[in-house]
């Protein structure tokens, strides 16, 4: 396994850029580009499969980054169509808002390298950059140590993993609590716009779209469920109905002390 990882390092070195990022949620775009600007990964970001092959046709990259569930095309064709029709070597790393042991049979099946799970922690990226980048490129950056914080405490939200990803940068923290309260809001509008229309096939996408924006806020224990259930389970009308009553409530809340905080914030 160290052999095969170094060959694929030593293969992608005259590649011109670091990463290519196939990620379609705005929340995790701004977040990856956080990370890679602070330890200077140069990056380019992609919202599908097909935007991905396009740009692949016309330049190389050391790592790709793919996010599994895909609008249009999901990361597992994208895979295959890289690796099958491209003919590219490039590593290929998933990312999934789903159990690792459920998915990684398929991931490895379709070429990709490796796979690790949202939420995206900075430890965690960091490994995964060092395993298939040149180490050179985290030679100052990585000895910067974690600043976390106390911050007040909420009813709904919870801090600890805006306090991690942040290490102590306030004005991150702020921008991703704003961002956080936009997309939140357009989530449970599209919530009830997709349930007045009893269109399913949205909810399901909605839903998985919102794993990664409750993250940012520590929801996940009570939202997880919920969301899941809408995404993967048949669910009735009423059934729907309630499920998003509850999502709705929490977040709405979530909402609220988000802006309390963000009027505090320095």
Known sequence: ???????????????SVDVLLVEDNSINQKLFSYYFNEYEVSFDVVNDGFEAIDILRKKKYKLILLDIELPKMDGYNTAKEIREVLNVDT????????????????????????????????????????QFLPQEIFS?????????EKVKD???IDFDYLKQISMGDKVFEKRLTEQFCEK????????????????????????????????????????????DAIERNTLNYEQLKARI???????KRARE??????????
């Open 1 to 15: 396994m160290d052999r095969e990882i170094e060959k694929l390092k030593g293969d992608a070195q005259n590649n």
């Open 91 to 130: 590593p290929i790393v998933a990312i999934t808002a789903h159990d690792i042991d459920d998915v990684k049979e398929q991931c490895f099946e379709t070429g990709m390298n490796a796979c690790f799970s949202k939420p995206i922690s900075k430890i965690e990226l960091v490994g995964v950059l060092t």
């Open 184 to 227: 939140i809001s357009e989530n449970l509008n599209m919530l009830d716009e997709c349930l007045i229309k009893e269109d399913v096939a949205e909810l399901k996408f909605v839903a998985h779209q919102m794993h990664s924006t409750i993250f940012i806020m520590g929801l996940r224990s009570k939202l997880e469920s919920h969301l």
């Open 154 to 156: 909420y009813q709904t």
């Open 245 to 251: 009553g509850i999502i709705s409530l929490v977040c």
């Open 140 to 148: 100052n950056a990585i000895k910067r140590k974690a600043d976390i």
């Open 257 to 266: 002390e988000a802006r309390q905080f963000l009027a505090t914030a320095g």
